[in-house]
């Protein structure tokens, strides 16, 4: 059984149709990176995926339940929005335990749950540091501990390390990468950089006006034209030659 | 250093016009060309009560004031929530936010006065206070735009993804952001019927009496006394909530 399970979703904005008859899945402890031009309804996707937007058509199957008609928080799929979003008045252990305050959780347990996520995340020692203190990547990773501590089923992320420079991106992939490994976390990355996409992901797809393709593997996702991957490999195979 | 100078000149300013203001409001036989007075007299203050209805016309300045910026502040929040929540088209908002400033002032007095002479209204504290919001509540919905940006909807999305309620949206997110700018609309709403003078004494008709009224009764009747009086408890409020909330206008005046 998959993780997730989306079947011939659709989206209507007005008259036009933003997404129309997506079908992929996602195994268990797995992550899919999904890339396409700008402006075809990938945000949009996730975003229906977690529940903040409602799908006109289309079955989402969580452990092979259906979540349409769950309340968002049920669904336990986070949404990771490209900048940070935090609470410009809390610190950093305020807005990690944010989450938790739909929770019921003793308080000794959210405490655990802190002091085991900064660790996780590399924030040992900022816990009392205000969103304006710290780096786009130090904001990056309260976030990502926001969402780790609510014990999501999937981490949704739309083009997290877009904001972030070349090395700081490199670094901070690689620490998420292995944590994501650690935890069996399952995410759906959105991207547009075909290259973040092959160094974080298992499973490709690409997502244009005609709709979804999920490819088989790796392999057949560097060989179509269209995602670009193959014209870059050729590119610095010539300028290493040269 | 520059920032220093100019705050120094900013205070040394403003302490010159409350000088000039007292002197003029306790001297006695300040004319021109001199520049002091030839002697002091306090017993003014004894008679501050009775003379002029100063008191009277403080309390019913302020009693407008408060009654006028809590509603609007208010009002205007709960607006910019509905509208927050719904999202009407965004223009047609606009157009009806900036409409009241499309129409002269003089104009929305005059239509007012016949509609509060129609309803019984005219010359009451409910015509004025009324009139006053006709132009402070769309002003406080425009001041308070600055809570209700894309960010704000991002971090009421997430908090609907973790579960979180409406009163709890509110409580932790939607209050915590709009606190400052809530206290600077109401600040400014308070400060523009505490200053009015037109509708005050168009729809008022001479039964309403606000220190406004009075300081221009005081200049039309040459007493130089009771219009620095006036003029003082006219201009101190405004400067008693600048320095209580200093930080929130010098940040929200240079977010703004």
């Given at each position: 059984?998959?993780?997730?399970?989306?079947?011939?979703?659709?989206?209507?904005?007005?008259?036009?149709?933003?997404?129309?008859?997506?079908?992929?899945?996602?195994?268990?402890?797995?992550?899919?990176?999904?890339?396409?031009?700008?402006?075809?309804?990938?945000?949009?996707?996730?975003?229906?995926?977690?529940?903040?937007?409602?799908?006109?058509?289309?079955?989402?199957?969580?452990?092979?339940?259906?979540?349409?008609?769950?309340?968002?928080?049920?669904?336990?799929?986070?949404?990771?929005?490209?900048?940070?979003?935090?609470?410009?008045?809390?610190?950093?252990?305020?807005?990690?335990?944010?989450?938790?305050?739909?929770?019921?959780?003793?308080?000794?347990?959210?405490?655990?749950?802190?002091?085991?996520?900064?660790?996780?995340?590399?924030?040992?020692?900022?816990?009392?540091?205000?969103?304006?203190?710290?780096?786009?990547?130090?904001?990056?990773?309260?976030?990502?501990?926001?969402?780790?501590?609510?014990?999501?089923?999937?981490?949704?992320?739309?083009?997290?390390?877009?904001?972030?420079?070349?090395?700081?991106?490199?670094?901070?992939?690689?620490?998420?990468?292995?944590?994501?490994?650690?935890?069996?976390?399952?995410?759906?990355?959105?991207?547009?950089?075909?290259?973040?996409?092959?160094k974080w992901a298992d499973h490709f797809a690409w997502l244009?006006?005609?709709?979804?393709?999920?490819?088989?593997?790796?392999?057949?996702?560097?060989?179509?034209?269209?995602?670009?991957?193959?014209?870059?490999?050729?590119?610095?195979?010539?300028?290493?030659?040269? | 250093?520059?920032?220093?100078?100019?705050?120094?000149?900013?205070?040394?300013?403003?302490?010159?016009?409350?000088?000039?203001?007292?002197?003029?409001?306790?001297?006695?036989?300040?004319?021109?060309?001199?520049?002091?007075p030839r002697e002091w007299d306090f017993s003014f203050l004894?008679?501050?009560?009775?003379?002029?209805?100063?008191?009277?016309?403080?309390?019913?300045?302020?009693?407008?004031?408060?009654?006028?910026?809590?509603?609007?502040?208010?009002?205007?929040?709960?607006?910019?929530?509905?509208?927050?929540?719904?999202?009407?088209?965004?223009?047609?908002?606009?157009?009806?936010?900036?409409?009241?400033?499309?129409?002269?002032?003089?104009?929305?007095?005059?239509?007012?006065?016949?509609?509060?002479?129609?309803?019984?209204?005219?010359?009451?504290?409910?015509?004025?206070?009324?009139?006053?919001?006709?132009?402070?509540?769309?002003?406080?919905?425009?001041?308070?735009?600055?809570?209700?940006?894309?960010?704000?909807?991002?971090?009421?999305?997430?908090?609907?993804?973790?579960?979180?309620?409406?009163?709890?949206?509110?409580?932790?997110?939607?209050?915590?952001?709009?606190?400052?700018?809530?206290?600077?609309?109401?600040?400014?709403?308070?400060?523009?019927?505490?200053?009015?003078?037109?509708?005050?004494?168009?729809?008022?008709?001479?039964?309403?009496?606000?220190?406004?009224?009075?300081?221009?009764?005081?200049?039309?009747?040459?007493?130089?006394?009771?219009?620095?009086?006036?003029?003082?408890?006219?201009?101190?409020?405004?400067?008693?909530?600048?320095?209580?909330?200093?930080?929130?206008?010098?940040?929200?005046?240079?977010?703004?």
């Amino acid at each position: 059984m998959n993780h997730l399970e989306v079947r011939g979703v659709g989206k209507t904005f007005g008259k036009e149709a933003v997404l129309k008859g997506i079908h992929f899945e996602l195994p268990f402890g797995k992550s899919l990176a999904i890339l396409g031009p700008s402006g075809v309804g990938k945000s949009t996707l996730l975003k229906i995926l977690c529940g903040m937007e409602e799908a006109d058509t289309g079955r989402i199957l969580l452990n092979g339940n259906p979540v349409e008609n769950w309340p968002i928080a049920k669904r336990k799929m986070i949404y990771l929005h490209q900048h940070p979003v935090l609470l410009p008045h809390l610190n950093v252990a305020q807005n990690i335990l944010f989450s938790l305050k739909a929770t019921e959780w003793p308080e000794a347990k959210k405490q655990d749950q802190l002091h085991y996520w900064l660790e996780q995340t590399g924030l040992k020692g900022h816990e009392s540091k205000l969103p304006n203190q710290l780096s786009g990547g130090q904001k990056q990773r309260v976030a990502l501990a926001r969402a780790m501590i609510f014990e999501p089923e999937i981490i949704l992320m739309d083009e997290p390390f877009h904001a972030l420079d070349h090395y700081l991106k490199e670094q901070l992939m690689e620490e998420l990468k292995a944590l994501f490994l650690r935890e069996k976390m399952s995410s759906i990355i959105v991207t547009h950089d075909p290259q973040e996409a092959l160094k974080w992901a298992d499973h490709f797809a690409w997502l244009s006006e005609e709709g979804l393709v999920q490819y088989k593997d790796q392999e057949a996702f560097i060989a179509d034209p269209k995602t670009g991957v193959h014209r870059q490999i050729n590119f610095w195979n010539q300028y290493q030659k040269s | 250093m520059r920032r220093y100078l100019t705050t120094v000149s900013l205070s040394l300013m403003l302490l010159t016009l409350f000088l000039g203001l007292c002197v003029s409001a306790l001297g006695l036989g300040l004319s021109y060309p001199s520049l002091w007075p030839r002697e002091w007299d306090f017993s003014f203050l004894s008679e501050i009560g009775s003379r002029g209805q100063l008191f009277s016309s403080f309390a019913s300045s302020l009693w407008i004031a408060c009654a006028v910026a809590i509603a609007s502040t208010t009002s205007a929040f709960a607006v910019r929530l509905i509208s927050f929540y719904s999202q009407p088209e965004q223009r047609l908002q606009l157009f009806i936010f900036y409409l009241p400033y499309l129409i002269a002032p003089v104009v929305l007095a005059v239509a007012l006065q016949i509609l509060f002479l129609r309803l019984g209204w005219a010359g009451t504290y409910t015509a004025i206070i009324m009139g006053q919001i006709c132009i402070t509540l769309p002003y406080a919905i425009i001041l308070q735009d600055g809570i209700w940006g894309q960010s704000l909807r991002s971090i009421v999305q997430m908090g609907l993804n973790f579960g979180l309620s409406s009163f709890q949206i509110l409580r932790c997110i939607i209050w915590p952001a709009a606190r400052g700018l809530l206290i600077l609309s109401t600040i400014q709403t308070f400060l523009i019927s505490w200053f009015d003078f037109a509708l005050v004494q168009f729809l008022g008709m001479g039964r309403v009496r606000t220190l406004t009224l009075s300081l221009y009764t005081a200049v039309l009747e040459s007493d130089l006394q009771q219009a620095s009086f006036a003029a003082i408890a006219i201009i101190l409020p405004g400067f008693l909530l600048m320095l209580l909330f200093y930080r929130i206008f010098i940040q929200k005046a240079t977010s703004i």
